[in-house]
């Protein structure tokens, strides 16, 4: 991927988050705490998972992949938001810039088909419990897996496609800590009015139409959920909950970027920082403190590190 000739900027300016000193010591220890918080969390979920036989079933396995996607995307951003803080030049490279345009949207794409198929998986073992081990084959949950990763892929190339070759010629400041589409097509030295109309449809509608329809689905499956005994509906309601919660500060944030054209600015940066430090961070401890199950695999986890330490 080259840029157009014509393109006289090579990196870019990142303003931030604040100026202030007291500002920036707080977002700086606040964030290094829920990055390292993500990592923790989502990786000790991804090992349980593996570790643990009795969560070897296709909700276990959809849970651990959005683990790992939790993984990738608050590494995207917030290692070198942290390392800016105190900087007073933040620059970043177009080809740096582009690749965290790549990798978010790549990463975004991806868990939004895989929040979609967790949905799907809970609507077959509620309404088609005998034939959920059927449905929800490994062949089955491989399958969505790639699907996954493949739509994930050809969202962000064709988010590129409007980008890539833009002529940038200055100004090259981004009120921002990190690169995304809607601000830098702003810098471009042309008119973009039909582009910004491209990548809403292609973010912001398209991930707006994927909310609607997955609380729809889990409004669909609670009231199923509410007709069956309180015994198994207690558990699947925790389970819903969880998924619901998980679906609304994911689409959230997105909605936000891409459906309102003139965002505000403090508002766009707080949600910035909840997308790529909390949310990560919020998915494995909403999963695990409601789930009885992820609780007890992940003491065993840690009984067995134990004893195994103490036998070295």
């Known amino acids: 991927m080259i840029r157009a000739n014509y393109s006289a900027v090579s990196e870019f300016v990142l303003l931030g988050l604040s100026n202030s000193w007291e500002i920036q010591v707080f977002i700086f220890f606040f964030t290094c705490l ?17 570790s643990d036989p009795y ?9 651990a992949n959005l683990s790992v996607i939790d993984l990738i995307f608050c590494s995207i951003a917030a290692p070198k938001m942290i390392c800016d803080l105190f900087r007073k030049q933040k620059v ?4 740096g810039c582009i690749s965290q345009i790549f990798f978010s949207h790549a990463v975004g794409g991806t868990e939004m088909v895989l929040l979609i ?4 998986d809970r609507y077959v073992a509620i309404c088609k419990p005998l034939r959920y081990l059927t449905i929800m084959s490994p062949r089955m949950c491989l399958l969505i897996l790639v699907a ?3 739509i994930g892929l050809i969202h962000s190339s064709a988010q590129l496609a409007f980008v890539i070759n833009l002529p940038f010629c200055g100004p090259n400041i981004l009120d921002s800590f990190y690169c995304d589409i809607p601000r830098l097509v702003k810098l471009a030295c042309t008119d973009t009015y039909k582009l910004e109309l491209m990548i809403t449809a292609n973010s912001g509608f398209i991930s707006l139409i994927a909310f609607f329809l997955l609380i729809i689905s ?6 199923t959920v509410q007709k069956q005994s309180s015994g198994c ?10 998924h619901i919660t998980v679906v609304v500060l994911f689409f959230g944030p997105l909605i936000f970027f891409y459906v309102c054209p003139s965002p505000s600015t403090h508002v766009d940066k707080f949600l910035a920082i909840f997308d790529a430090v909390l949310t ?13 199950d992820m609780k007890i695999a992940i003491r065993k986890v840690f009984c067995q590190c134990l004893a195994f330490r103490k036998s070295m």
């Open 34 to 50: 829920f990055y390292v918080s993500s990592l923790t969390g989502n990786f000790i979920i991804v090992v349980t998972v593996t």
């Open 55 to 63: 969560l070897h079933s296709p909700m276990y396995f959809l849970l």
């Open 92 to 95: 970043i490279s177009f080809g």
């Open 117 to 120: 198929a967790m949905a799907f």
């Open 148 to 150: 996954a990763w493949i």
């Open 218 to 223: 889990y409004v669909f499956l609670l009231t």
């Open 233 to 242: 509906s207690s558990k699947a309601l925790s389970t819903l909950l969880a």
């Open 280 to 292: 990560p961070f919020l998915n494995p401890i909403i999963y695990t403190l409601r789930n009885r």
